[in-house]
């Protein structure tokens, strides 16, 4: 497979049924935006020690291969059993994670500042994905929650390094 072509050098690009789309094209940020996401992922999980985090971000990032995949009309779908791996992930981390009374502000350690940015990257996502108004009912559910995973990694990492969250209480 090439990895490169005329039309991409004008500005353009390949969907993966041949389909030309321009670089501004609201389908091309959407996979833009997933991708920026999936390529931050990557940094998050060769700094992560825990190996079931490690596997939540390895299933995160071949999951949102899939999505592109979908965005980019390739011949594969987006099934509701991700979703609901996702919601089971989050189950697990809040085990253990006391309840939220205020906001927490990025930045008790590197590492969960680095999961909160990735966060911060799905809602961004979310809302390209959203402008592109894609017909798969399960991708935007799977972003949603997608976040709400990441908070609750970027507190569990902060617990496992006993790090105190910086609470945000209104000042």
């Known amino acids: 497979m090439k990895t490169y072509d005329?039309?991409?050098?004008?500005?353009?690009?390949?969907?993966?049924?041949?389909?030309?789309?321009?670089?501004?094209?609201?389908?091309?940020?959407?996979?833009?935006?997933?991708?920026?996401?999936?390529?931050?992922?990557?940094?998050?999980?060769?700094?992560?020690?825990?190996?079931?985090?490690?596997?939540?971000?390895?299933?995160?990032?071949?999951?949102?291969?899939?999505i592109n995949s979908v965005l980019g009309n390739a011949d594969v779908n987006f099934e509701r059993f991700r979703v609901n791996a996702i919601e089971k992930m989050i189950q697990q981390l809040e085990t253990g994670l006391s309840p939220l009374s205020n906001f927490i502000l990025s930045g008790s350690g590197l590492l969960s500042a680095h999961i909160q940015f990735s966060r911060a990257l799905v809602r961004t996502a979310e809302r390209r994905v959203g402008a592109f108004r894609v017909k798969n009912e399960n991708i935007m559910p799977f972003l949603n929650r997608l976040s709400d995973l990441l908070f609750q990694m970027a507190r569990k990492v902060d617990q496992t390094e006993k790090r105190s969250e910086r609470l945000w209480k209104g000042e």
């Open 6 to 66: 005329l039309y991409t050098d004008t500005g353009g690009t390949l969907l993966a049924d041949g389909k030309k789309l321009s670089k501004d094209d609201v389908c091309v940020e959407a996979i833009g935006a997933i991708d920026e996401i999936n390529s931050f992922l990557g940094i998050i999980y060769v700094q992560l020690a825990d190996e079931d985090l490690k596997a939540m971000i390895d299933y995160i990032q071949r999951n949102l291969c899939r």
